[in-house]
């Protein structure tokens, strides 16, 4: 969003880089437009930094409603300047970086009562302390332990949210405790619009065709101390390789993988 990087600085930034003779293409969709085998051919080495663009779904019954919106959709839009809407009632799922953003974002976009929904406490989440602080002193505020379940209509549109309350149990695969719903506890809200925020999963179904190496959650596997694939002259880095971080990460490991491509290129 503006508030977290504004676009004039973007600009300077992505303009220093042109002037440096980088050529920039737009509206170029790798694995669809081109493949990934046709731009290796062409080049002497590939830093593959295609971030973490793809939304996950919250997977309860209604969530094809107007009015439920999945959060990386949304922040895009908004960031592009097309018209985007939110009731007055609006609700984010979630509790990483994504769902304050979107929670703030709403609020600058009319919503009057914005709140932050996350399964489990404050403890446990991914947001940063920095971040969480920032969106209660907007006067947004986090519901703890609790999930929706299920989105009912009104007309067509998204009119109510179901919830459950949750416990936590034992540590599941994240290593924080388990969210377990609370039998009995189940409560329905009024609300227009719902942003999904559950997180960002990199798109790397692209990559497969020259074999680089994925872990199980999706992400490119890299030597973490040259930024290089499995793959010779392929290297990658950033939310594609980590996972959604802070823009500092990827910038970091864009200089890291330059050091070695330069390397690389020099037979070293």
Request: proline share 6%; glycine share 4%.
């Given at each position: 969003?503006?508030?977290?990087?504004?676009?004039?600085?973007?600009?300077?930034?992505?303009?220093?880089?042109?002037?440096l003779g980088v050529e920039i293409r737009t509206g170029v969709q790798v694995g669809k437009d081109i493949a990934l085998e046709e731009i290796r051919g062409n080049y002497d080495a590939l830093?593959?930094?295609a971030g973490a663009h793809g939304g996950m779904r919250l997977r309860v019954e209604g969530e094809e409603l107007p009015g439920v919106i999945e959060g990386i959709r949304f922040l895009r839009a908004v960031n592009l300047g097309e018209k985007v809407e939110v009731g007055k009632k609006t609700a984010v799922i979630g509790g990483g970086n994504t769902a304050v953003d979107c929670a703030?974002?709403?609020?600058?976009?009319g919503a009057e009562d914005v709140k932050i929904v996350y399964r489990r406490s404050r403890s446990e989440m991914p947001a940063s302390a920095e971040e969480t602080a920032a969106v209660e002193e907007e006067g947004i505020p986090i519901e703890f332990l609790t999930t929706p379940t299920r989105f009912f209509p009104e007309n067509g549109r998204?009119?109510?949210?179901?919830?459950?309350?949750?416990?936590?149990?034992e540590p599941d695969a994240s290593g924080r405790p388990r969210p377990i719903p609370i039998e009995g506890s189940e409560f329905t809200t009024s609300v227009d619009t719902v942003i999904a925020a559950l997180g960002q999963a990199p798109e790397t179904e692209f990559v497969k065709e020259l074999g680089i190496s994925l872990s199980k959650r999706g992400m490119?596997?890299?030597?973490?101390e040259t930024g290089a694939?499995?793959?010779?002259g392929v290297f990658a880095g950033g939310d594609v390789v980590t996972g959604p971080a802070f823009v500092i990460d990827a910038i970091a490991a864009g200089k890291r993988a330059a050091r070695s491509i330069d390397r690389h290129l020099k037979g070293e």
């Open positions: 969003p503006e508030y977290r990087l504004p676009k004039e600085i973007l600009r300077k930034e992505i303009g220093y880089i042109q002037k830093f593959i930094a703030r974002t709403a609020k600058r976009l998204l009119a109510k949210m179901e919830c459950v309350k949750m416990k936590l149990g490119i596997e890299i030597d973490p694939t499995n793959i010779e």
